[in-house]
């Protein structure tokens, strides 16, 4: 998996591509989240359209990054997922835990109201 993050308001915005499996990729991310929340943001969207697969470990990655900026008084949405992507999160309940949007507007307008 490869990501990339930038800042834009205030709010950090990671993009994923590829398979989240929880391997190095996965501690490189929760690293730099960790650094962002330490330096003050507290919203993140995290665009997840790029993703193929994601596993059980991929899933905790995604819980962990949740529980730091939520543990900061902070909110994560989740942008555009793929299908697949958007069953498993349905499956693993997960879409009751995660707010998910289809547009990164609707994502900042989430954030903003949190």
């Known amino acids: 998996m490869k990501f990339k993050h930038q800042l834009k308001n205030d709010v950090l915005i990671l993009s994923m591509q590829g398979d989240l499996i ?3 990729s ?8 960790n650094d962002q929340t330490q330096q003050g943001i ?4 995290i665009d997840i359209s790029g993703l193929r697969y994601i596993n059980s ?18 909110e994560v949405c989740l942008l555009n997922p793929s299908e697949s992507v958007q069953k498993l999160l349905i499956i693993t309940k ?10 990164e507007e609707e994502a900042f307008e989430i954030l903003k109201n949190a």
């Not at 996965?26 to 989240?33: E, P, R, S």
């Not at 507290?42 to 969207?45: A, D, E, G, N, S």
């Not at 899933?59 to 990054?65: D, F």
């Open 22 to 24: 929880g391997e190095d």
């Open 57 to 74: 470990s991929g899933i905790g990655v995604l819980i962990t990054i949740l529980t730091k900026f939520r543990n900061k008084g902070g």
């Open 42 to 45: 507290k919203l993140c969207v």
């Open 94 to 103: 997960l879409n009751a835990i995660f707010n998910i949007t289809d547009t």
């Open 26 to 33: 996965g501690l490189d991310l929760i690293a730099m989240v």
